[in-house]
Structure formats: structure tokens, C-alpha cells
């Protein structure tokens, strides 16, 4: 059983100064490259919003210039690893999971693979100002409540010009709107005063609180592809944010820790006796 990463003093001081963290090796070797070799079976001919499994493309329009596929936590064992990762999962329920209240726990509320060709971008978004809930940045009283933090994982090195993700450290708490920003315009991020752009190494994550104002920089160069893979982690409570249902075959097949970050709430049918208080005993079956 692999160490689980624990955030450290100096993990919550910039992730509370800065909206983000790097987690440098988070990812070994050994399952980037099963993640990469499963991005080389996605069918490059599948039509945008067509469905391969219980897998979707959705493309960000035309702006990304590459393919994305969400639910993408259904296609196979390498992306079932990423659900309750060593790395990260410790930081997530601190951050994102109810510590200390009657609702703790944490969900999966997307997931997705991204593929960025040349000229691709994600546009500016989100921030502190007129912040969603759902992605708020919270520290008070001992606790974190965070409404959602993403761990955006690099399947290949993201260096310069390479379309690495952009962040306005400290964005979430901010209480203006950037003067540049213009909304959900499609504008890139490439020029926006304040902010930077990650370098990651294939197998670090980028954790940050959706709060923060991001995007993903412009691809200059013109040959390979970015892949990344981005979960959002939020808490027990949260529902699908695009109405994807996981599968019975996926939940079934997943360990019971795995299993109850994909459905914390239990569905009740009627005729069962199940207490209220008794949402999801941990002794139950999975197989
Ligand atoms: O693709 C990226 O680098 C940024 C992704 C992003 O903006 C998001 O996940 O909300």
C-alpha cells in the first residue's frame, strides 16, 4: 500500500497564500505510462459529444484545438487508480471534504482527459469575485471549506509553450474582478497581468481551488500534445456537475474507499430498512 502524501505546514500556507500547490512525483512512472497508453486507444474519429462507453467527448468548442473526454474515470483501471491516489487524496479531504462536520466525506464531481494541440487555449476564468459556492476558497475557525479543488495531472512535460495551465496566485480571495477580465469570452490568459503559467514534469499534479483565476495558456508550438488529466474533488454532499451517472459495473468493480468518494450518498429504494444514520456502513460488500 503506497504512502499517503499528508499536506504539511507549508502545504496549507501557500495553498491558503497562493490558491495552488505543486505536487512534484505525484504520479510514478509506471502509471503515467499506462495512462498514456490508454490516451493512445481513445478513437480519434469519435464525433464531438459522442459517446465511447460511458465516456463523452466534449470538446471546449474549437479554442482547445484537441479533444477532451469526460467521465473519464469509467475508461478503465489506470483512471479508477486516480480516485482515491496517495498523492493527493489526503490533501483533498482536508481541503475539500467536510473535516469535522456530519457531512464529511468527499465526491467526484467531473473528471476528464484533455488533449491540447497547437494554437489550443482555455480561456480566463473564475476568481474570488462573484465567486461560485461551488468553488468558493474557505479557511475558518480550524477548517478548510473548500467547494472544490482540482488536481489537474501532467501525462506529458509542460514547459514553455506548451499550453501549461495559467493562475493568478491568490485570485481566490480577491475581491474586484480583474480589470482584463471580460468574462466567459474566450480570451486567453496569455497576456492577463498577475498571471503565471505551471511547468510541470509528466507525473506532477497541480492542485488548486477552482476559485482561483485560471485558464490554460496559448500552444505555440506547433508539433506533440498536451495531456493532462483534471479531477474535481469537492464534498460528500455535491452533485455531477454535467449529469454523468456512474456505472453499476464501475461501482461494483472499485474498492469500498473508491466507491464511496464516486457515491458517498447511497440511492434508498423503497423496501429497504437502511437508518438514516446508517448512510453508508463501512463494512458493507462491494463485490
Ligand atoms: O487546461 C487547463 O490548463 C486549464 C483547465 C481549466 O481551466 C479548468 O479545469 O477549469
Not at 499536506?7 to 504520479?27: E, N, Q, T
Not at 502509471?31 to 459529444?49: G, K, Y
Not at 510541470?200 to 482561483?212: E, M, T, W, Y
Request: hydrophobic fraction near 30%; aromatic fraction near 10%.
Amino acid at each position: 500500500m503506497a504512502t499517503v502524501r499528508q499536506p504539511s505546514d507549508l502545504d496549507d500556507y501557500l495553498f491558503d497564500l497562493r490558491g495552488y500547490l505543486i505536487l512534484r512525483d505525484a504520479i510514478d512512472p509506471e502509471l503515467i505510462t499506462r495512462l498514456n497508453e490508454a490516451f493512445d486507444t481513445f478513437p480519434a474519429d469519435l464525433e464531438p459529444w459522442g459517446w465511447w462507453g460511458n465516456v463523452q467527448r466534449s470538446d471546449d468548442g474549437d479554442n482547445a484545438k484537441g479533444y477532451e473526454l469526460q467521465n473519464i474515470v469509467e475508461a478503465g483501471p489506470p483512471f479508477e487508480a486516480l480516485i482515491d491516489h496517495p498523492s493527493w487524496i489526503a490533501y483533498m479531504r482536508r481541503y475539500a471534504g467536510e473535516v469535522d462536520s456530519y457531512v464529511e466525506g468527499l465526491f467526484i464531481d467531473e473528471c476528464f482527459a484533455s488533449i491540447r494541440r497547437s494554437g489550443g487555449y482555455f480561456y480566463l476564468h473564475s476568481g474570488g469575485y462573484h465567486g461560485a459556492i461551488r468553488g468558493q476558497y474557505r479557511y475558518l475557525n480550524g477548517v478548510f471549506r473548500c467547494g472544490q479543488v482540482n488536481a489537474l495531472m501532467a501525462l506529458t512535460d509542460i514547459g514553455p509553450g506548451d499550453g501549461g495551465t495559467m493562475v493568478i496566485p491568490g485570485s481566490h480571495k480577491s475581491n474586484f474582478a480583474h480589470p482584463q477580465s471580460i468574462g466567459r469570452d474566450a480570451r486567453p490568459m496569455d497576456d492577463v497581468e498577475g498571471a503565471i503559467e505551471v511547468h510541470l514534469n509528466a507525473g506532477d499534479v497541480l492542485l488548486f481551488c477552482d476559485g482561483i483565476t485560471h485558464g490554460g495558456s496559448s500552444r505555440t508550438n506547433p508539433e506533440g500534445e498536451r495531456r493532462v488529466v483534471i479531477y474535481r474533488y469537492g464534498p460528500s454532499w455535491a452533485a455531477t456537475r454535467h449529469g454523468y451517472r456512474y456505472s453499476e459495473d464501475l461501482l461494483r468493480r472499485v474498492s469500498a474507499p473508491q466507491r464511496k468518494i464516486l457515491e458517498p450518498v447511497r440511492p434508498r429504494h423503497p423496501g429497504e430498512t437502511r437508518q438514516v444514520t446508517d448512510e453508508y456502513p463501512e463494512d458493507e460488500p462491494t463485490g
